[in-house]
């Protein structure tokens, strides 16, 4: 059919059917300029031969109009053993470009896999910030602890960034005085992030945090740190809050 409305329903039911017959039509469709019939002949091509269409998914990430939500619904049809055999593989091979979105893919279908997958992906791009804050906004690996704390002091606002709100999902009671000590005397953004990871830290009480607030005479660091520990229904009860000029 010349019309697109037929065509779209027809791979959807091919699919549906498992129709290998379908195969070479998908095929044909997959690179369609229409966003809706190349997902519908994605679709149908990881419904009939998940195996064969894995890696065709793999090479089309960066299709205009697929969403990366979308790309892992699809992936999610593989055998486990194919996807991550094919994850694995373009992460070892994709150029730095596309390795960002790649690892928000492996992150969501292959999670235990993630924090190796990132480790290699490192060795291979170790001076690539984009990467970088993608591992850290992604990571939750207490073995990825070094690597988070150290780029608590990167000198790219960004990363640091990242590397701080990290610290609060895989951080310690022996990380406040680090966190203690952005709070204090970061930037606005910065300031921010701390707090929330310190009020995240294991074993942080009100009893702690309230101790923390006695020793900040930064007026935006006190502020960030009450608006924290209002948020906790820890903050004492004779305590003036005001929100700092920039929020």
Not at 13 to 29: I, N, Q, R, T
Not at 71 to 80: G, K, M, N, T, V
Not at 142 to 149: I, R, S
């Amino acid at each position: 059919s010349g019309r697109t409305d037929l065509q779209l329903l027809a791979l959807q039911v091919l699919g549906f059917l498992k129709d290998s017959a379908a195969l070479p039509m998908a095929e044909k469709h997959l690179d369609a300029s229409y966003p809706l019939l190349s997902l519908a002949a994605a679709k149908a091509l990881m419904e009939i031969d998940p195996q064969s269409a894995t890696p065709l998914i793999m090479d089309r990430l960066e299709t205009p109009g697929w969403p990366l939500g979308r790309i892992s619904q699809l992936l999610r049809i593989a055998p486990p053993k194919v996807l991550r055999k094919h994850l694995a593989a373009h992460l070892d091979h994709e150029s730095s470009e596309h390795i960002a979105n790649l690892l928000l893919i492996f992150h969501t279908l292959a999670d235990s896999e993630f924090d190796h997958a990132a480790k290699r992906v490192l060795r291979r791009f170790p001076d690539d910030l984009s990467i970088l804050r993608q591992i850290l906004r992604l990571n939750n690996d207490p073995a990825m602890h070094p690597l988070v704390q150290f780029s608590c002091s990167h000198a790219d606002d960004d990363t640091r960034f990242a590397a701080l709100e990290a610290l609060g999902r895989i951080g310690s009671l022996a990380d406040q005085d680090l966190l203690v000590e952005h709070l204090s005397h970061d930037g606005w953004r910065h300031q921010q992030a701390s707090a929330r990871a310190l009020v995240q830290l294991p074993g942080m009480t009100a009893t702690r945090a309230q101790a923390i607030l006695a020793t900040l005479d930064n007026p935006d660091s006190i502020l960030h740190w009450q608006e924290a520990l209002y948020n906790e229904s820890w903050l004492p009860a004779d305590s003036f809050i005001e929100r700092p000029v920039h929020a």
